[in-house]
């Protein structure tokens, strides 16, 4: 049997994680590192990442990198490999908002969300994957939403990404389960981030409805879902795959 100290930790691994030097992405960075973990931190805005990397010296290492251009992404994991190590946790964190009428949404507009969230987030799974293989096995964590698990006003491109996110974790999940590639999910909830704010902004009544079916009946915070990055990425979850963990105070489950 694991030791509980064993269970938890990510001593040895490296992890990636796109858009890690804020919001979500930032708490994941922090807890991963807290558990052991060493950690590389991609995206397009370089001071977030740099402030990061300078919080933790030799144990998270800042790239830039655009999930946009999925052209670059074996290019971006080799270049890795060479300078960092192999990463054998991948988190799918990058992404981006678009609050609008449906019938206002153009097909550019609605296309740049997938683009995003899924075209990019599966070129890096893709090119990850012999390198997790070489490594004997690893873990791949997308980061969904409550709109991966119900319907959700003026976010019609950004549901229909995140709802196509599951599809793609249970795919990777069967694929690769046999090679000791896990796949999950987790599914915030209401968290108090910059980009939850904004989608709050100038609509009290969307903040009332949200916390009126919260049965803990606040918001949660951005370390909420750093902890539970660690647990299913740990040895802990190790049976565990081609889940989707909502951590949202109950809110999926509530009315």
């Given at each position: ?104 949404v ?6 740049r ?21 070489k ?37 990777l ?7 000791n ?10 968290i ?19 916390l ?44």
């Open positions: 049997m694991m030791k509980h100290s064993e269970a938890f930790s990510l001593n040895g691994s490296l992890a990636l994680v796109t858009g890690g030097g804020t919001g979500i992405g930032r708490a994941i960075t922090d807890a991963l590192v807290e558990a052991g973990a060493r950690v590389v931190v991609a995206a397009r805005r370089k001071e977030p990442l740099l402030e990061t990397a300078q919080a933790y010296p030799g144990k998270v290492f800042a790239y830039e990198y655009d999930v946009t251009k999925p052209e670059e992404a074996p290019r971006f994991l080799s270049r890795l490999e060479q300078e960092v190590g192999i990463p054998t946790i991948l988190v799918n964190n990058a992404g981006i908002h678009l609050k609008k009428k449906a019938e206002e153009s097909a550019e507009e609605f296309r969300v997938p683009d995003t969230h899924i075209v990019g987030a599966h070129a890096l799974s893709a090119a990850i994957i012999p390198l997790l293989r490594a004997g096995g690893g873990s791949i964590l997308y980061i969904a939403s409550m709109a991966s698990l119900f319907g959700i006003p003026y976010v019609v491109a950004y549901s229909a990404a995140k709802s196509a996110m599951l599809g793609v974790v249970r795919t999940a069967v694929e690769y389960g046999g090679e590639i896990r796949v999950n999910a987790i599914a915030p909830g209401w108090e981030t910059e980009m939850s704010r904004k989608a709050m902004e100038g609509d009290p009544e969307r903040k009332r409805k949200v009126s079916r919260t049965p803990l009946g606040r918001f949660g915070s951005p370390e909420d879902i750093g902890w539970a990055a660690v647990y299913l990425l740990s040895p802990a979850a190790r049976f565990i795959t081609g889940t989707c963990l909502a951590v949202d105070g109950g809110i999926s489950i509530g009315f």
